[in-house]
């Protein structure tokens, strides 16, 4: 072989060469590995928690419950989910409510209507103006914006019955508070032995970290709500759940949780107009930043 020969096929050895490379085949030897890795963190949806801290006589109140529900109807469950914690002494407040709307606010300044838009991620306290319009739209692109920044969280949970009813002590308190209206349908029912029907639950589910970063600092925690046809009573809290705090949680990660609801749920197939409708929701909130991560409403 001459040496025009020997150039000749050198050549055409690194066009070949140069050629692989850029259609992007994957070669191994003096080349190296030119395969990507094109793995990235799965991209979850994010479900907006709002809560709209009221209290009975607030004169600015009505305007952000009429809003804010308004929105709640038009984005649904999936996207947006609304509850509505009432305060100091107003009939519907909780002792929960107070002490959450204390750790929110600390020492600063207090007042209602107040709303969080997932945790301490927005706040948004009183009315930005005198119209209704001008609300609706200040509370709906505080809304877009959060949900325009994706979740770093996988959230699950469901409902399952619990296989025991609930101990007498932990149900006295609500049998003491309904005793008068069952003593009435008793008369109605001219001593006939009604038979209580409620439905007692267990709430299970898994956290799993879809980032991928660790994450520290979380805790799950849920809420249960009663619904009435009154502006204002749309989901108003009744009980909030104790945070059950969450080791770090590296990439792919997951967590368990249990809760136990103290309130008895009635079967939807039980509800009638005299009966008043709950409703759950979990989340996970970051107890130092206290901004929220992801939420979900279970079904």
């Known amino acids: 072989m001459n040496i025009n020969q020997k150039i000749s096929i050198s050549i055409f050895s690194i066009i070949l060469l140069l050629a692989f490379a850029g259609s992007g085949i994957s070669t191994i ?18 479900t907006v928690l709002v809560e709209l801290f009221v209290q009975e006589g607030c004169p600015s109140c009505p305007t952000a419950e009429f809003c804010l529900e308004d929105l709640s109807w038009e984005y ?4 947006f989910i609304l509850v509505q914690e009432h305060l100091w002494g107003d009939g519907y407040d909780t002792p929960e409510n107070n002490a959450r709307y204390d750790w929110y606010v600390g020492d600063g300044k207090k007042g209602t209507p107040d709303v969080f838009i997932d945790g301490l991620t927005k706040r948004l306290q ?8 001008g609300n609706y739209e200040c509370y709906k692109d505080a809304i877009d914006e959060e949900l325009a920044r994706p979740s770093l969280l996988e959230l699950s949970a469901s409902k399952i019955p619990h296989p025991n009813p609930l101990p007498q002590g932990e149900r006295e308190e609500e049998r003491e508070d ?71 949680l590296l990439p792919e990660a997951t967590f368990n949780f249990k809760f136990i609801p103290e309130i008895s749920l009635i079967p939807e197939s039980e509800i009638d107009d005299e009966k008043e409708v709950l409703h759950l929701v979990i989340f996970v909130q970051n107890t130092e930043t206290k901004e929220i991560l992801q939420a979900l409403y279970i079904e």
């Open 29 to 46: 030897g003096t080349l190296g590995v030119f395969a990507q890795n094109n793995d990235s963190p799965k991209i979850v949806p994010r």
């Open 76 to 79: 649904g469950t999936s996207k």
């Open 126 to 133: 009183g009315l930005s103006c005198d119209c209704v319009e």
């Open 178 to 248: 309904n005793q008068e209206a069952e003593e009435a349908k008793r008369e109605d029912k001219e001593g006939e032995l009604i038979e209580e029907k409620v439905l007692n639950i267990i709430i299970e589910g898994t956290v799993k970290n879809t980032s991928d970063t660790p994450l520290k600092d979380l805790a799950v925690c849920g809420m249960v709500g009663k619904e009435r046809d009154e502006s204002g009573l749309y989901f108003y809290i009744q009980d909030i759940f104790p945070f059950q705090n969450m080791p770090p």
